[in-house]
């Protein structure tokens, strides 16, 4: 009975519920800036990005350079999520966990590290089969990040400039 | 008969004289491309072509693309020839050594997600010259790969009407080493000249403007150089990121507008120098973040938004003798920690006196305003960057700095202008 009378006010409540969710938002492309190397963001295919309790948003030019963020990040920060988007629909925004990565020297992405995206991995073998390269997880995509970028002293990028 | 014999030396003689210098000119011969001969394609003429011979292509419309060269060869255009790839691909793809390319103009690339076409492609070579083509409606335009030395002069290179995503690079130097980049006008490309990977880089005398991003864009390149460019109106200025040993002097950066856009955005530079550069209209003039030990000496920094944001993680760095005139903020930085040198400049701003008259200010300048440290934890405050309270807050925390980083100081501020 009460239900059925304030259906309206539950209604309500349960838009402003879902609303408090943060959910990814839109990249500007042309104008938005990586959060972590500072590059002007160009490129929606490879644009990622972490989202906080608050709703905050933080983007990135690169798998790569989100992945650093997370790892920099001190043990403190607890992220809402963190977001990829699909290679083959960049619109589409993926969980960083679940998303299949693939490391190829064929799709070259903005800081070099060379990561993109997919939802499946039979979508991920597909470009696999084309363009060359390895599958990875986020885990394993972490794990290069840091070997690559942050091994060595601090911050050094400069260690891996030969391929 | 001792006549004939004779006669027959001479004669000999007369046809070695003939010969040997003649025969330089045999060994490479010259292949003449045109609309109407007998050879109407440029891929052609470089299939037919010995090593080391020259290719002239004359004027007229070649409809063209992934023009391959795995030989040394020299491809003249005569009266401008048009190569129109089409929106294909790769219009000149270069595989080899000593391949000069000169005198072209090239049109319609194709235009990928996943590929990288370019107008010139040049791969795993050293010793070429591309000189003084002109590039129009490319997605990349002239590529260089995991090369060696070589020549990229006076070339033209624009591209319009395009979202960003599907721009590519003026000139891409990925992975090369010791290329020469100088005199070319980059205009309408997402990053007028990027370089990745490269070392010992010459980037002199170009010209990069109006391009979607950067007018450079320079990233893990150690121990290059880049004099007399002129980085104008780009989206988002110069960029140079991750790398370090860079000799950046004698540039302009002008007019660059906008929420994320930078004169020269530093990034990770260490053991670099900024000299003899000129900074005018920019929104930040430098930024520097994690940077360290960069001489920063003798630049004109003069009507920027902010002529200096300097991140509390850049440490070591040094300015010296730089002349701030009339920006809206000298300096920011985001912390009161301050770990940067700051001696000798001319401030415009400077208020001071100086008594004994030895051309240095008596009393210590403070380029840090309480208001622009506001503004940076605050942009919305810049509305009354006029007003009179900010005016107060400003003379109060310079009688007596609290929150503004007490070491970030001039201790000698020059009176005049620095020449």
């Not at chain 2, 104008?232 to 004698?250: C, F, I, L, Q, W």
């Not at chain 2, 007019?255 to 053991?271: E, F, M, P, V």
Request: charged residues 25%.
């Amino acid at each position: 009975m009460w239900v059925r009378r304030h259906k309206v006010i539950l209604i309500v409540i349960a838009v402003i519920m879902t609303a408090c969710e943060p959910k990814p938002q839109p990249v500007e492309l042309g104008s938005d800036q990586c959060s972590y190397c500072r590059m002007m963001i160009t490129d929606r295919e490879f644009a990622s990005q972490v989202l906080n309790n608050q709703g905050r948003s933080f983007k990135f030019d690169s798998v790569e350079c989100m992945a650093a963020y997370d790892l920099s990040a001190d043990e403190t920060t607890e992220f809402h999520s963190l977001w990829v988007p699909d290679f083959k629909d960049p619109e589409t925004w993926l969980p960083s966990e679940e998303a299949i990565y693939l490391k190829s020297k064929t799709l070259r992405s903005p800081m070099g590290l060379n990561l993109t995206a997919y939802s499946t991995r039979e979508s991920a073998e597909e470009m696999k089969q084309e363009y060359g390269g390895e599958i990875v997880s986020y885990a394993e995509v972490k794990e290069l990040v840091k070997r690559e970028w942050l091994n060595g002293s601090g911050n050094n990028h400069g260690s891996h400039n030969h391929h | 008969m001792k006549n004939l014999s004779i006669l027959h030396y001479a004669l000999k003689l007369s046809l070695l004289l003939i010969f040997i210098p003649a025969s330089p000119q045999t060994l490479f011969s010259q292949i003449i491309v045109s609309e109407t001969g007998s050879i109407t394609f440029i891929q052609e003429a470089v299939d037919l072509a010995a090593p080391g011979d020259t290719i002239e292509v004359e004027s007229g419309t070649y409809k063209e693309w992934n023009i391959e060269i795995r030989k040394p060869l020299t491809l003249i255009g005569i009266d401008r020839p048009l190569v129109d790839g089409e929106g294909e691909g790769t219009i000149f793809s270069i595989h080899a050594d000593d391949v000069t390319l000169k005198g072209f103009d090239i049109r319609r690339t194709g235009r990928s997600y996943v590929r990288d076409y370019a107008a010139i492609l040049i791969v795993e070579s050293t010793r070429f010259l591309i000189e003084d083509n002109r590039l129009d409606d490319v997605f990349f335009g002239i590529y260089l790969a995991e090369t060696t030395g070589g020549v990229v002069r006076s070339n033209r290179i624009e591209a319009y009407d395009l979202r960003e995503a599907s721009s590519g690079n003026g000139i891409h130097l990925w992975n090369s080493k010791e290329a020469t980049i100088e005199g070319n006008f980059i205009t309408g490309m997402r990053d007028g000249i990027y370089v990745e990977f490269g070392e010992g880089m010459k980037i002199n005398g170009n010209t990069s403007e109006a391009n979607n991003r950067y007018g450079l864009h320079y990233m893990f390149s150690d121990g290059g150089i880049y004099q007399r460019n002129t980085f104008r109106k780009n989206g988002a200025g110069v960029a140079v990121m991750y790398s370090e040993n860079v000799d950046m002097s004698h540039n302009l950066f002008e007019h660059n507008w906008g929420t994320s856009s930078y004169g020269l955005l530093l990034k990770d530079i260490r053991n670099s120098t900024i000299e003899y550069n000129r900074f005018y209209r920019n929104t930040i003039a430098i930024y520097s973040e994690s940077s360290s030990n960069v001489m920063i000496r003798r630049n004109d920094l003069e009507l920027n938004g902010w002529a200096v944001n300097i991140k509390s993680s850049s440490a070591r760095n040094h300015f010296e003798e730089n002349n701030f005139i009339e920006n809206s903020f000298d300096v920011r930085t985001d912390s009161p920690r301050n770990n940067n040198h700051f001696e000798r400049n001319y401030w415009s701003a400077y208020e001071g006196y100086d008594l004994d008259r030895d051309g240095i200010g008596d009393v210590p300048y403070r380029p840090v305003t309480l208001f622009s440290m506001v503004t940076e934890r605050s942009p919305e405050s810049l509305i009354l960057m006029r007003s009179m309270f900010v005016r107060i807050l400003n003379t109060a925390e310079r009688i007596a700095p609290v929150l503004t980083p007490k070491t970030l100081v001039d201790e000698k501020p020059k009176m005049t202008r620095i020449q």
